[in-house]
């Protein structure tokens, strides 16, 4: 009986050890597969990565160029409004110098009564202006285009 009971363990050995290389195949497919996605992953979370840096990059290069620009724009809006302005109150100057009111001098430019008042007072004083000691009285627009109308026809 001894020799049942050997070959009995030798048997339960070798179907042990059959099971346990099947297993261990099955665990090295598995590892391989985990391998193989996590490396996926990896090299694709880099490319996501590297393509957000590429954006927030661009981004930042045109958020400056922006800027650059609005600046420029600025500037040169500065530089023209800075020497059209003066011009413009000189001659608002000249208009209130004809004893034209500002509500009178902004019907006849189209401009608002604040941005006259403001352009005049900005104005340097004009020294060619007829000086005068007599109330300034508001002259209606109606009766200036009236007594134009009345010298020409």
Do not use: Q, Y
Not at 20 to 27: E, F, H, K, P, V
Not at 73 to 98: H, M, S
Not at 111 to 124: D, F, G, H, I, T
Request: cysteine-free; hydrophobic content about 50%; glycine content about 4%.
């Amino acid at each position: 009986m001894m020799g049942k009971t050997t070959n009995d363990a030798v048997t339960a050995r070798e179907t042990a050890r059959k099971r346990l290389l099947a297993l261990n195949a099955d665990r090295a497919a598995r590892d391989a597969r985990i391998e193989a996605a996590a490396a996926k992953v990896i090299t694709t979370a880099g490319k996501l990565t590297d393509a957000t840096a590429a954006a927030d990059s661009a981004r930042a290069e045109a958020r400056t160029a922006h800027e650059a620009a609005l600046t420029k724009i600025d500037a040169t809006r500065a530089a023209a409004v800075g020497k059209a302005e003066p011009a413009v109150a000189a001659g608002l100057v000249e208009l209130t110098a004809e004893k034209l009111s500002p509500a009178d001098v902004a019907a006849l430019t189209d401009l608002p009564v604040a941005e006259v008042k403001r352009l005049l007072k900005s104005a340097p004083a004009a020294s060619s202006a007829p000086a005068t000691t007599a109330a300034v009285l508001p002259v209606a627009v109606d009766s200036v285009r009236a007594d134009a109308a009345a010298l020409a026809g």
